[in-house]
């Protein structure tokens, strides 16, 4: 058990919806990062915060927004949904958000675009 | 554009011997490196990273080799166990913390 939770586990729904995934951080760290696992693909970085604020950006689609409350629970909202938005979507954390802090993996959400 | 490849997608060995997993990288910036481990159902676990100024990094089992100038690293596991059996990740950054991922072995170790 890596202490990052994510909610819910699977997520079935269709195309035009929107969703949003649930991601409580290791007690005591500071960053959250969102990633996207899309079937036979390693994990695509979508976007990190830390301390409530946004750090950095990778492929993340205009429809996908993101924010880090001030319990540091983190959100990822997914809107007009594809059927290519179906993947594993992971959250992580790490103490302090810097290159070399180890990252802990929640077991990830499963969304399913039909 | 996949910055980090993982070109055997699985590779099964016998308990006791040892395993090589293999990566290779195409962006010169990149100056750590990490290898995950992911059982099904679970997120990945972290294994074992080394900088760029190092060319090796043994933990116990698992020693990770970096050559740069092949943009290449490996992880080998001595010797292999059934609880090894899991997919491996090798992932990259460069002066920041976004991590670029490969994806991924699969590694069965036979009894």
């Known amino acids: 058990d890596s202490g990052v939770t994510q909610t819910p586990k699977h997520l079935i729904t269709a195309t035009g919806q929107r969703v949003t995934l649930r991601c409580s951080p290791r007690?005591?760290?500071?960053?959250v990062y969102w990633y996207q696992q899309s079937l036979d693909q390693g994990l695509q970085f979508l976007i990190q915060?830390?301390?409530?604020?946004?750090?950095a950006k990778g492929n993340i689609l205009e429809r996908f927004s993101a924010q880090q409350f001030p319990d540091l629970h983190s959100e990822l909202n997914l809107s007009s949904l594809e059927l290519g938005d179906s993947a594993l979507y992971f959250c992580?954390?790490?103490?302090?958000?810097?290159?070399?802090?180890?990252?802990?993996f929640g077991p990830g959400t499963r969304l399913t675009v039909l | 554009d996949q910055q980090v490849k993982q070109n055997s997608p699985s590779l099964s060995v016998q308990e006791g011997r040892i395993s090589i997993l293999n990566c290779d990288y195409t962006n010169s910036m990149f100056d750590y490196f990490l290898w995950y481990k992911k059982y099904p159902a679970e997120g990945p676990t972290f294994l074992i990273s080394i900088s760029s100024i190092k060319d090796k990094n043994e933990d116990g089992r698992f020693t990770v080799f970096l050559n740069k100038s092949a943009k290449h690293l490996s992880l080998h596991i001595v010797p292999s166990q059934p609880g090894d059996s899991a997919v491996y990740f090798c992932a990259a950054s460069f002066n920041d913390y976004k991590l670029s991922f490969g994806a991924g072995t699969t590694v069965t170790v036979r009894a």
């Open positions: 007690s005591g760290d500071l960053s």
């Open positions: 992580a954390s790490s103490a302090r958000g810097s290159q070399t802090d180890t990252q802990y």
């Open positions: 915060y830390y301390n409530g604020e946004e750090r």
